[in-house]
């Protein structure tokens, strides 16, 4: 089995996502070795997952980031866009990839999803450890 994970993380709103990236990387299972990659923002998460597939080592994906919704329909379509993305990813390329990327209403929401117990990175690295130890 390959136990390779790469960790792709939006700098978009650095503080949260850093944070995201050490809940999974605390709490993942010493068996997996771990890259992180940052990307720029949310879309490109989506991109370099794909870019990374391409290399049969790694079938085995953490993407990170957060979308805030704004005054305008941006909010919706980039969100939509992740995660069909995502999805398409996974199907197409038969990998896994444990979605940590946020979709808030404003950054209280999304500062909150990164503290203690509640750090939804946590939530990334169980959902890989109770999949694949």
């Known amino acids: 089995?390959?136990?390779?994970?790469?960790?792709?993380?939006?700098n978009y709103y650095e503080n949260i996502t850093n944070d995201l990236v050490d809940g999974v990387k605390n709490n993942l299972n010493v068996s997996f070795d771990t890259n992180t990659y940052?990307?720029?923002g949310a879309w490109e998460i989506i991109y370099k997952i794909n870019d990374l597939s391409l290399n049969d080592s790694i079938?085995?994906?953490?993407?990170?980031g957060v979308i805030i919704k704004g005054?305008?329909?941006?909010?919706?379509?980039?969100s939509k866009g992740v995660v069909d993305g995502l999805i398409n990813l996974t199907i197409k390329n038969n990998i896994y990839i444990a979605n940590c990327v946020l979709n808030v209403l404003n950054i209280d929401?999304?500062?909150?999803?990164?503290?203690?117990?509640?750090?939804?990175?946590?939530?990334?690295?169980s959902a890989l450890n109770n999949l694949f130890v």
Not at 59 to 64: R, Y
Not at 71 to 78: L, M
Not at 109 to 124: C, L, P, S, V, Y
């Open 1 to 10: 089995m390959k136990n390779k994970v790469a960790i792709v993380a939006a």
């Open 38 to 40: 940052f990307v720029d």
């Open 59 to 64: 079938d085995k994906f953490v993407a990170i």
């Open 71 to 78: 005054d305008t329909d941006h909010y919706e379509y980039i």
């Open 109 to 125: 929401q999304a500062i909150a999803r990164t503290k203690g117990d509640k750090n939804k990175g946590i939530e990334a690295a």
